[in-house]
Protein backbone atom coordinates (compact mmCIF):
# COMPACT_ATOMS: atom_id res chain seq x y z
CA UNK A 1 0.00 0.00 0.00
CA UNK A 2 1.75 3.72 -0.96
CA UNK A 3 2.59 6.26 2.15
CA UNK A 4 -0.81 8.31 2.34
CA UNK A 5 1.59 11.96 1.35
CA UNK A 6 -1.21 14.00 0.93
CA UNK A 7 -2.79 12.62 4.65
CA UNK A 8 0.54 13.20 6.10
CA UNK A 9 1.16 16.58 4.71
CA UNK A 10 -2.39 17.75 5.64
CA UNK A 11 -1.44 16.43 9.43
CA UNK A 12 2.16 18.23 9.32
CA UNK A 13 0.50 21.65 8.42
CA UNK A 14 -2.22 21.80 10.86
CA UNK A 15 0.26 21.02 13.30
CA UNK A 16 2.78 23.06 12.39
CA UNK A 17 0.21 26.37 12.40
CA UNK A 18 -0.59 24.80 15.61
CA UNK A 19 3.02 25.12 16.63
CA UNK A 20 3.69 28.38 15.13
CA UNK A 21 3.32 31.50 17.54
CA UNK A 22 1.02 34.01 15.33
CA UNK A 23 -0.47 32.04 13.17
CA UNK A 24 -3.46 31.86 14.07
CA UNK A 25 -3.44 35.41 14.45
CA UNK A 26 -2.70 35.67 10.70
CA UNK A 27 -4.89 32.89 9.28
CA UNK A 28 -8.36 31.98 11.51
CA UNK A 29 -11.48 33.08 10.10
CA UNK A 30 -12.08 36.32 11.45
CA UNK A 31 -15.44 38.31 9.79
CA UNK A 32 -14.07 41.65 10.23
CA UNK A 33 -10.88 40.84 8.51
CA UNK A 34 -12.26 39.14 5.59
CA UNK A 35 -14.53 41.75 5.26
CA UNK A 36 -11.82 44.18 5.31
CA UNK A 37 -10.16 42.25 2.58
CA UNK A 38 -8.26 39.28 4.08
CA UNK A 39 -9.82 36.18 2.15
CA UNK A 40 -7.49 34.20 2.52
CA UNK A 41 -9.16 33.77 6.08
CA UNK A 42 -11.85 32.03 4.59
CA UNK A 43 -9.99 29.04 3.15
CA UNK A 44 -7.07 29.36 5.94
CA UNK A 45 -9.88 29.09 8.88
CA UNK A 46 -9.70 25.73 9.15
CA UNK A 47 -6.19 24.52 9.47
CA UNK A 48 -6.32 26.73 12.26
CA UNK A 49 -7.64 25.25 16.01
CA UNK A 50 -8.66 26.88 19.50
CA UNK A 51 -6.40 24.33 21.38
CA UNK A 52 -4.58 21.39 21.27
CA UNK A 53 -7.43 19.27 22.19
CA UNK A 54 -9.28 20.69 19.84
CA UNK A 55 -7.13 19.97 17.28
CA UNK A 56 -6.72 16.00 18.49
CA UNK A 57 -10.31 15.97 18.12
CA UNK A 58 -10.54 17.12 14.56
CA UNK A 59 -7.64 14.75 13.63
CA UNK A 60 -9.40 11.96 15.37
CA UNK A 61 -12.08 12.85 12.22
CA UNK A 62 -9.93 13.97 9.94
CA UNK A 63 -6.75 11.97 9.33
CA UNK A 64 -9.14 8.20 8.80
CA UNK A 65 -11.40 10.02 6.34
CA UNK A 66 -8.01 11.74 4.50
CA UNK A 67 -6.21 8.26 4.59
CA UNK A 68 -9.59 6.23 2.85
CA UNK A 69 -10.02 8.89 0.18
CA UNK A 70 -6.45 9.40 -0.59
CA UNK A 71 -5.91 5.38 -0.86
CA UNK A 72 -9.31 4.49 -2.43
CA UNK A 73 -10.25 7.84 -4.25
CA UNK A 74 -6.54 9.40 -4.82
CA UNK A 75 -7.83 12.26 -7.61
CA UNK A 76 -10.73 13.51 -5.11
CA UNK A 77 -8.70 14.68 -2.06
CA UNK A 78 -7.87 18.01 -3.11
CA UNK A 79 -11.12 19.01 -4.47
CA UNK A 80 -12.55 17.98 -1.29
CA UNK A 81 -10.13 19.90 1.14
CA UNK A 82 -10.35 23.00 -1.11
CA UNK A 83 -13.99 22.63 -1.86
CA UNK A 84 -14.98 22.00 1.68
CA UNK A 85 -12.70 25.09 3.05
CA UNK A 86 -14.17 27.69 0.37
CA UNK A 87 -18.18 26.62 0.75
CA UNK A 88 -17.68 26.35 4.61
CA UNK A 89 -15.93 30.02 5.04
CA UNK A 90 -18.87 31.65 2.44
CA UNK A 91 -21.50 29.69 4.27
CA UNK A 92 -19.96 31.34 7.39
CA UNK A 93 -19.54 34.43 5.93
CA UNK A 94 -23.38 34.85 4.38
CA UNK A 95 -25.13 32.17 6.98
CA UNK A 96 -23.95 33.20 10.31
CA UNK A 97 -23.47 36.69 10.85
CA UNK A 98 -22.86 36.27 14.33
CA UNK A 99 -19.38 33.59 14.15
CA UNK A 100 -17.22 36.52 14.67
CA UNK A 101 -14.34 34.10 14.85
CA UNK A 102 -14.06 30.30 13.59
CA UNK A 103 -11.16 27.35 13.99
CA UNK A 104 -11.00 23.94 13.07
CA UNK A 105 -11.33 21.32 10.50
CA UNK A 106 -14.74 19.43 11.25
CA UNK A 107 -16.45 20.88 8.41
CA UNK A 108 -13.48 19.31 5.93
CA UNK A 109 -13.87 16.03 7.82
CA UNK A 110 -17.28 16.26 7.56
CA UNK A 111 -16.78 16.41 3.30
CA UNK A 112 -14.22 13.35 3.37
CA UNK A 113 -16.37 11.66 5.29
CA UNK A 114 -19.53 11.45 3.73
CA UNK A 115 -17.64 11.13 0.04
CA UNK A 116 -16.21 8.16 1.51
CA UNK A 117 -19.45 6.49 2.57
CA UNK A 118 -21.33 7.87 -0.88
CA UNK A 119 -18.63 6.14 -2.75
CA UNK A 120 -18.64 3.20 -0.56
CA UNK A 121 -22.45 2.55 -1.46
CA UNK A 122 -20.82 1.04 -4.65
CA UNK A 123 -18.28 -1.35 -3.37
CA UNK A 124 -18.62 -4.63 -2.18
CA UNK A 125 -21.18 -6.03 0.11
CA UNK A 126 -19.10 -5.60 3.83
CA UNK A 127 -17.68 -2.57 3.02
CA UNK A 128 -21.14 -0.83 1.69
CA UNK A 129 -22.98 -1.58 5.19
CA UNK A 130 -20.10 0.22 6.88
CA UNK A 131 -20.20 2.48 4.50
CA UNK A 132 -24.25 2.45 5.16
CA UNK A 133 -23.46 2.95 9.11
CA UNK A 134 -21.03 5.76 8.16
CA UNK A 135 -23.95 7.94 6.49
CA UNK A 136 -26.45 7.07 8.93
CA UNK A 137 -24.16 8.56 11.80
CA UNK A 138 -23.51 11.37 10.36
CA UNK A 139 -26.97 12.44 9.04
CA UNK A 140 -28.15 12.11 12.81
CA UNK A 141 -24.95 14.08 13.79
CA UNK A 142 -26.25 16.72 11.71
CA UNK A 143 -30.50 16.32 12.51
CA UNK A 144 -28.94 16.28 16.27
CA UNK A 145 -26.99 19.95 15.72
CA UNK A 146 -30.10 21.19 13.67
CA UNK A 147 -32.40 20.71 16.22
CA UNK A 148 -29.99 22.69 19.03
CA UNK A 149 -27.09 20.00 20.17
CA UNK A 150 -24.44 21.54 20.36
CA UNK A 151 -20.36 19.98 21.58
CA UNK A 152 -18.16 22.30 23.57
CA UNK A 153 -14.84 22.23 24.24
CA UNK A 154 -13.68 21.75 27.48
CA UNK A 155 -10.64 23.61 27.28
CA UNK A 156 -11.76 26.77 25.64
CA UNK A 157 -14.35 28.88 27.07
CA UNK A 158 -17.32 29.44 24.53
CA UNK A 159 -16.04 27.33 21.89
CA UNK A 160 -18.91 25.78 20.22
CA UNK A 161 -19.67 23.63 17.20
CA UNK A 162 -21.24 25.57 14.68
CA UNK A 163 -23.54 23.65 12.01
CA UNK A 164 -23.71 25.23 9.25
CA UNK A 165 -19.75 24.45 8.84
CA UNK A 166 -20.58 20.67 9.10
CA UNK A 167 -23.54 21.12 6.74
CA UNK A 168 -21.80 22.95 4.26
CA UNK A 169 -18.64 20.38 4.38
CA UNK A 170 -21.34 17.19 4.23
CA UNK A 171 -22.58 19.16 1.29
CA UNK A 172 -19.14 19.54 -0.74
CA UNK A 173 -18.61 15.82 -0.43
CA UNK A 174 -22.28 15.04 -2.06
CA UNK A 175 -21.13 17.64 -5.18
CA UNK A 176 -17.81 15.97 -5.39
CA UNK A 177 -19.82 12.49 -5.24
CA UNK A 178 -22.41 13.57 -7.63
CA UNK A 179 -19.59 14.84 -10.01
CA UNK A 180 -18.07 11.53 -10.00
CA UNK A 181 -21.24 10.03 -10.41
CA UNK A 182 -21.73 12.10 -13.94
CA UNK A 183 -18.52 11.39 -15.14
CA UNK A 184 -18.93 7.69 -14.65
CA UNK A 185 -22.74 8.19 -16.07
CA UNK A 186 -21.46 5.90 -19.04
CA UNK A 187 -22.63 2.66 -17.50
CA UNK A 188 -18.98 1.94 -15.94
CA UNK A 189 -19.13 0.45 -12.26
CA UNK A 190 -18.56 3.74 -9.46
CA UNK A 191 -16.50 1.46 -7.66
CA UNK A 192 -12.24 2.22 -7.24
CA UNK A 193 -10.18 0.68 -9.37
CA UNK A 194 -8.37 -0.63 -6.69
Known sequence: MPVPRWTLGLVAALVLVQWVPGAADLLA???GAVLGGESWRIVTGHFIHYSWAHLANNLAA???AAWLVETRYRNDGLPLVLGASVAIGIALLVGEPGVVEFRGASGVALALLG???LRGLH???RWRMVCGLLLVLLTAKLVAEAA???QQDWQHEGFVTVWLSHLAGAMVGVA???RHVGRNS???PL???R
Open 29 to 31: YDR
Open 62 to 64: LVP
Open 115 to 117: YVG
Open 123 to 125: EHR
Open 148 to 150: GWR
Open 176 to 178: VYL
Open 186 to 188: NGL
Open 191 to 193: ASS
